[in-house]
T-cell receptor, first 114, second 114 residues
Framework: EAGVVQSPRYKIIEKKQPVAFWCNPI?????LYWYLQNLGQGPELLIR????????DSQLPKDRFSAERLKGVDSTLKIQPAELGDSAVYLC????????????FGPGTRLTVL | DAKTTQPTSMDCAEGRAANLPCNHS???????VYWYRQIHSQGPQYIIH???NNETNEMASLIITEDRKSSTLILPHATLRDTAVYYC???????????????FGTGTRLTVIP
């Protein structure tokens, strides 16, 4: 069974430039998550989707971050414009959803903003 | 979700049992104890979870004290590939919205020594 796929694995951009990350969850998983992980810290939830609906985006900085999951399958996370402090690993995870279902994580995208 | 306290780092000799402690003194009656680990440059990986009883699977054992205020993750025969950051997380697992969110702390960095 294929795992959660993320691309790109690495991205280097200059500040003020836009950047986008893509995630394809495990087939059949209707819940999708985006996490941010700073160096030396645990992942922090940015947004959670149930199918195509964003049910928890309270931690998403909406002035520069946006996300979409139009058909309830793959998802894109965008930052525009990027700032130096956005340098981090962006992780995508998916789960069947509901009680007790485990989250399966992708390898992440490491973003470096210069 | 209740907070957890874990040691920052631990070492373990290869082939020996690794015992990773976690304190969760404010855990509620309907909160489970989950363990994830994160190997370098990978996303977090689910290990095991439990409510009251001790649990065992192919990866590890989870021992939860009778008062549920602490637990121990046991890797019975640690290998070099078990070197990772281990996260202890407590959360409610039910059908309510938000129940599937994971709140990671900084975890315990386990180093398995040859």
């Amino acid at each position: 069974e294929a795992g959660v796929v993320q691309s790109p694995r690495y991205k280097i951009i200059e500040k003020k430039q836009p950047v986008a990350f893509w995630c394809n969850p495990i087939s059949g998983h209707n819940t999708l998550y985006w996490y941010l992980q700073n160096l030396g810290q645990g992942p922090e939830l940015l947004i959670r989707y149930e199918n195509e609906e964003a049910v928890d985006d309270s931690q998403l900085p909406k002035d520069r971050f946006s996300a979409e999951r139009l058909k309830g399958v793959d998802s894109t996370l965008k930052i525009q414009p990027a700032e130096l402090g956005d340098s981090a690993v962006y992780l995508c995870a998916s789960s069947l959803g509901g009680a007790g279902y485990e989250q399966f994580f992708g390898p992440g995208t490491r973003l470096t903003v210069l | 979700d209740a907070k957890t306290t874990q040691p920052t780092s631990m070492d373990c000799a290869e082939g020996r049992a690794a015992n990773l402690p976690c304190n969760h003194s404010t855990i509620s009656g309907n909160e489970y104890v989950y363990w994830y680990r994160q190997i370098h440059s990978q996303g977090p990986q689910y290990i095991i979870h439990g409510l009251k009883n001790n649990e065992t699977n192919e990866m590890a054992s989870l021992i939860i004290t009778e008062d549920r205020k602490s637990s121990t993750l046991i890797l019975p025969h640690a290998t070099l590939r078990d070197t990772a950051v281990y996260y202890c997380i407590v959360r409610v697992a039910n059908l309510q919205a938000g129940a599937n969110n994971l709140f990671f702390g900084t975890g315990t960095r386990l180093t398995v020594i040859p």
